[in-house]
Each structure stands twice: as C-alpha cells, then as structure tokens.
Nanobody
Framework: QVQLVESGGGLVQAGGSLRLSCAAS????????MGWFRQAPGKEREFVAA????????VYADSVKGRFTISRDNVKNTVHLQMNSLKPEDTAVYYC?????????????????WGQGTQVTVSS
C-alpha cells in the first residue's frame, strides 16, 4: 500500500505560478512511476505529467508542455509539479498518483494509488 497526500494548491491569477507537492508513504521502496492528473468540473480526469523512478525520464501532456515541470525526490518520497504561466483553463483538482513498476503511462486506470487531490484555481 502507498498513501499519497497532495499540497500546494490555491488561487492564483493568470500568468502566475504554483508548486504542488505530493508526499508518499508506505511501500515506497519499490520502483514506481509517479504522475499528476487533473479533473475540472464536468470533465474526465486527464493526464498532466509523469516521471520515472530515477527521475531521468518525464512525459507531459501537450497542454502543459513548456509550462509545467515534474520532479521527484526518492529520499524524501516526494514528487512536485512546478506550474508556471498558469491559464484559467488549468483550473481543476490536481491528483497525485503512483503506478508500481517502471512503465510510464498516461492512462488513469493504470495507476494503482491516488491522493485526495488539491484544488488549483486560476483567475483571469
């Protein structure tokens, strides 16, 4: 079992920045992929970014490429999402997720554990 707790969400003006964090506990000693997803009201949960166990490989949704950066610290068991140049369409609940193993995927159902989410609101 892995437990995930997100933090860092809030209200920000368009063009601003936020840094989300996700703290993992439990069976974090096994290789895993960590990802961020988001869900806006009335929409399906969508992939944002994922990072490999070593941190050397990342993948991003086209909508956030060049603006968001995912990183991880395996000593502290944390993953971060630095979000710059935020837009109103980035408004959503952001979720941290873990997939056990080494294969990165953008499909929500292929992730094994999820956090409770943190709200990000970008005003225009």
């Amino acid at each position: 079992q892995v437990q995930l707790v997100e933090s860092g969400g809030g209200l920000v003006q368009a063009g601003g920045s936020l840094r989300l964090s996700c703290a993992a506990s439990g069976r974090t000693d096994r290789s895993n992929v960590m990802g961020w997803f988001r869900q806006a009201p009335g929409k399906e949960r969508e992939f944002v970014a994922a990072i490999s166990w070593s941190g050397g490989s990342t993948v991003y949704a086209d909508s956030v490429k060049g603006r968001f950066t995912i990183s991880r610290d395996n000593v502290k068991n944390t993953v971060h999402l630095q979000m710059n140049s935020l837009k109103p369409e980035d408004t959503a609940v952001y979720y941290c997720a873990v997939r056990m193993g080494v294969v990165k995927t953008t499909t929500p159902r292929q992730y094994d554990y999820w956090g409770q989410g943190t709200q990000v609101t970008v005003s225009s």
